[in-house]
């Protein structure tokens, strides 16, 4: 039987039940070096074996994506991704051609790239999770179909693949095994993007062959686009909540805080990932409270998709990518507001913040920016004043890919934590050189049938340790609560699957939450503590 | 005559292939913004990756950018291949001495050139009869010797590391060997016709013969010439025309970071690229909705 670790491109559409297991995971740090502290990856189920593609590594992350019952079905899926591809390289891509033409025809197969990336060090260095094993397929395929040349030219330029329904169908899941991070784009010696293909992969997927990820499209961007959020919420819901924020404040911190909706011409229109609203409601009443201390002139918006700031386009869809980020620039424009300030979501910084920048001419829209740097010119300025014993406990910072390595937003929020926590420490590596939290690009949403396991187990590993490397002086320690600071409300998603997943908090007393809530709860105005895992501890 | 000409021919033919797969990829329409921190035209923030959007209300303000950082990093790896020290040491060694190994051949090539115009100018190149003869002379040996010796054990080990590192040759196609033999085929000819006269005089005999279109040919100069004609056309057709993509996956897409504000020259673009007529479609049924297109 050939060894995993041998497997090659070319051999993406063997005859496997299975192409690999996930049985040797890199190790982790202290405690949990320890037997008994992991469990292994559960038993792939037979309905899913039938239903899905489970025959790439045994996890499900397209659950759009079904078998064929007919030897038409599988044909024509081929046919489509076929199609698909030769559109990649067409004018329908224009937005793109220039850096995936680059990436397509210049790696040097160095492999430079391949220890920067989480997920396959993650895996153990498992050779499916190589960064250039997906582009690899990706260019045999695209050779073999689309370049001029007999057998003779296309084994010499490797186009040497054989491609069936199980080569399309695990390219399509190997395409979310990639959290889309561009770490490793940043050790090329080339400049190129392995991500790119990853990406293209998703759009083929999505854009010609209509196979999405449910929570990304079907009730992602198509849920927003039809009722304004991809958590569902219409507008009246929307209202509702900001009623019930206004008294969870008050409750919280004894103070009366009127949240402005849909005020017109304000300075700042704030736009939050309204997934907070729902899982973390401290954390917009946290900007609430900061703005309201500080005097800002800001708002809300109660409009279809002005209450939502997340663009799941931009992981899979382009098209869907670009409806989404037009309707949430109109609702600023006809707010009237001078600025869009986008809240503790890293995806909907760079959609709307870098991605969206190119879509319109600069009149069509409303200047867009990090919340990140406006709070630092509060703390600056003396406009929110701290007392930094009231977070005397150790604080990491988790930095999401998309506003610091692929926005450069670094410091101001370093800056920030540096006056409010007082055991403030980096993780290792941090800044535009960290590791993904292991939810980018849509897995921290993704999780049925199995697709969470591959999250909590593999793609979050790196940045699992890096936690625990970051926290190594205190870890043992369970009554000193340890503050992993994520300012993005999916990586602090993923954060909390993977606390959960290893039990963290239960066995060592390892929290996590954004930078806000942690700002309010340094407030020197506030008497109570905002965090709620402080009500009970006794720092 | 033939000879001459030939080898004059396949170096423009290099020289305009380049600049066409340049223009090719300047052609390209523009791109959406991937640029990737740190980006070294931000000035002092590229030092720990920060950029503009670091200020609050970024737009008003005027955009601190350092073209002499830019140039510095670009320096680094062009002179240095930094990325691949930082990240992959061990290759690092062998890409290293054959990419300067290449640029001490292409001094030494210039060198021989403007040696057989001295020379035809009537001023022969040797070690005593002026400062810029003996400049010349001196210069052409010492680059010649170090290209040849580090080009060809640099290409050599990239060789050997291809065929034997268990990763690397997975990914290895066959046309990737090809252009790794040819370079060694290439240099090993150059050595076996050149090495008799490590003074060069030969080699710059031979290049004054080129311009003038009167070498004399002889079976191992028609073989080295053969092969140097043949990588020199090659290279700009094949991947190894990476002098050129690295130009632009960096200044292009990497380091470009530039926003699309009022009366700015990438609103131009954006107007010009937003202008274009797409004629492709793509066909899943929610791309078939009118503001998909
Ligand atoms: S983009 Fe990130 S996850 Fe994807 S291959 Fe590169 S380093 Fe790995
Ligand atoms: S580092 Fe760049 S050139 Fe080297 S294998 Fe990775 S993508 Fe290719």
């Not at chain 1, 990140?372 to 003396?382: A, D, F, K, N």
């Not at chain 1, 060592?508 to 009500?535: H, Q, T, W």
Request: glycine share 6%; hydrophobic share 40%; net charge neutral.
């Amino acid at each position: 039987m050939m060894k995993e670790k041998d497997l090659r491109p070319k051999e993406l559409g063997r005859p496997a039940e299975q192409l690999i297991h996930l049985d040797q995971l890199m190790p982790l740090s202290f405690p949990y070096d320890q037997p008994g502290m992991e469990t292994d990856f559960p038993a792939v189920k037979p309905e899913w074996q039938e239903k899905y593609c489970t025959s790439l590594d045994g996890c499900v992350a397209i659950d759009t994506l079904t078998r064929p019952k007919t030897e038409e079905e599988e044909k024509e899926f081929i046919q489509q991704f076929l199609s698909g591809l030769g559109k990649v390289f067409s004018d329908a891509n224009n937005s793109v051609l220039q850096p995936l033409k680059l990436s397509f025809e210049y790696c040097a197969k160095c492999n430079t790239c391949s220890d920067a990336c989480h997920v396959y060090k993650g895996s153990g260095e498992n050779e499916l999770y190589r960064p250039i094993f997906r582009s690899d397929v990706f260019r045999k395929i695209f050779n073999q179909y689309f370049t001029s040349g007999g057998k003779l030219k296309k084994k010499f330029i490797g186009a040497d693949i054989e491609v069936n329904w199980e080569t399309v169908a695990r390219l399509g899941e190997l395409a979310y095994r990639c959290n889309l991070c561009r770490r490793c784009a940043q050790t090329c010696p080339l400049g190129l993007d392995n991500s790119l293909f990853a990406k293209e992969i998703r759009k083929i997927f999505s854009q010609e062959m209509g196979i999405a990820p449910t929570p990304l499209h079907a009730k992602g961007t198509m849920l927003q686009l039809k009722t304004g959020s991809s958590t569902g919420i219409g507008k009246a819901a929307f209202l509702d909540m900001i009623e019930f924020l206004e008294e969870d404040i008050e409750d919280r911190i004894g103070r009366k805080v009127k949240i402005p909706i849909d005020k017109e011409g304000a300075d700042i229109l704030l736009s939050h990932n309204a997934g907070e609203f729902v899982a973390w409601p401290e954390n917009p009443a946290a900007f609430a409270i900061l703005f309201e201390e500080a005097g800002v002139d800001w708002t809300l918006s109660s409009e279809m998709l002005g209450y939502d700031s997340v663009n799941y386009g931009i992981w899979y869809d382009d098209a869907q990518a670009k409806k989404v980020a037009l309707k949430q620039m109109k609702v600023a424009k006809e707010l009237g507001v001078k600025r869009m300030v986008i809240g503790e979501c890293g995806h909907a910084h760079k959609a709307l913040g870098v991605v969206a920048d190119r879509y319109v001419y600069p009149e069509e829209k409303i200047p867009v920016e990090s919340w990140i740097p406006i709070m630092w010119e509060l703390v600056r300025t003396g406009r929110l004043r701290f007392d930094p014993e009231k977070n005397n406990f150790p604080v990491t910072l988790h930095d999401p890919c998309n506003m610091v390595r692929q926005m450069g937003i670094v410091q101001p929020q370093r800056n920030i934590l540096k006056v409010i926590a007082p055991q403030f420490r980096e993780m290792t590596p941090h800044g535009v050189d960290n590791y993904c939290c292991g939810g980018g690009s849509g897995f921290a949403i993704m999780s049925s049938p199995n697709f969470g396991q591959f999250r909590d187990k593999v793609s979050a590993r790196m940045k699992f340790d890096q936690i625990l490397r970051a926290f190594s002086d205190t870890i043992i320690d369970k009554s000193i609560p340890k503050y992993v600071c994520a300012p993005c409300s999916n990586c602090k998603g993923t954060i909390r699957e993977i606390l959960s997943h290893y039990q963290a908090t239960d066995k060592f007393n390892v929290r996590y939450g954004g930078l806000v809530d942690l700002m309010v709860n340094g407030l020197a105005s506030i008497d109570k503590p905002y965090l709620e895992f402080l009500s009970d501890q006794q720092i | 005559m033939i000879l001459g000409l030939s080898i004059i021919i396949s170096a423009c033919l290099f020289l305009g292939l380049s600049a066409y797969k340049a223009f090719q990829y300047a052609q390209m329409p523009l791109h959406g913004r991937m640029e990737l921190y740190p980006v070294p035209l931000e000035k002092e923030r590229h030092i720990y990756g920060g950029s503009y959007m670091e200020e609050p209300q970024w737009w008003s303000k005027p955009r601190e950018i350092s073209k002499t950082a830019e140039l510095i990093d670009m320096l680094k790896e062009m002179l240095f291949i930094k990325k691949l020290f930082d990240h992959q040491r061990s290759l690092w060694w062998a890409s290293y001495i054959f990419h300067l190994g290449i640029y001490f051949l292409i001094a030494w090539m210039l060198l021989l050139i403007t040696g057989a115009l001295t020379d035809l100018a009537g001023a022969s190149v040797n070690a005593h009869q002026t400062l810029w003869t003996a400049f010349l002379y001196y210069l052409t040996i010492f680059t010649g010797l170090v290209g040849f010796a580090i080009t060809t054990a640099g290409a050599a080990l990239l060789l050997l590391r291809r065929i034997f590192d268990p990763v690397l040759k997975k990914y290895t196609t066959l046309q990737e060997y090809f252009n790794l033999v040819l370079l060694l085929a290439a240099l090993l000819s150059g050595i076996i016709i050149w090495s008799p006269d490590l003074t060069f005089e030969t080699a710059r005999q031979v290049t004054a013969d080129v311009m003038t279109l009167s070498v004399v040919p002889n079976t191992a100069l028609v073989i080295h010439f053969i092969l140097l004609e043949v990588t020199f056309i090659y290279i700009p057709l094949s991947k190894m025309s990476h002098y050129v993509g690295k130009y632009f996956s960096f200044h292009k897409v990497l380091w470009e970071n530039e926003p699309n504000l009022n009366g700015s020259e990438m609103e131009n673009k954006i107007k010009n690229a937003l202008g274009n007529k797409v004629y492709t479609l793509w066909s899943a049924p929610h791309m078939q909705e009118p503001s998909a297109k």
